[in-house]
């Protein structure tokens, strides 16, 4: 079983900021991600892996690529998750679709 770390972003406006500061960040709508998170995380958990929610900021990431000297793109922000996700644990998520809201 893998551990899968994905964004946990709880708000339409942080999904805008990450958007403007994340390139090749989804383009879609916060309602429309949030769907599509819904069912890779489904996927996930339905081929038995852990998926982990991580919370993250447009701030946070900001600040890490400052710090670290990297560029802010999304293969970038997908390891900032993992090292994030593996020092912090984060949250487990469970489908929606499981009778839980996430």
Not at 16 to 38: D, F, V
Not at 49 to 58: S, Y
């Amino acid at each position: 079983m893998a551990t899968h770390y994905l964004a946990d972003v709880r708000h339409a406006s942080e999904h805008r900021a990450l958007q403007r500061l994340i390139r090749l960040y989804p383009a879609e709508g916060y309602e429309q991600w949030c769907e599509r998170q819904e069912r890779e995380i489904a996927r996930l958990v339905a081929h038995r892996h852990e998926v982990r929610l991580i919370a993250v900021t447009a701030t946070e990431f900001a600040d890490y690529c400052t710090r670290t000297g990297a560029k802010r793109d999304i293969s970038v922000f997908t390891g900032f998750l993992w090292d994030t996700g593996k020092r912090l644990k984060g949250r487990v998520a469970v489908p929606a679709n499981a009778g839980t809201a996430r």
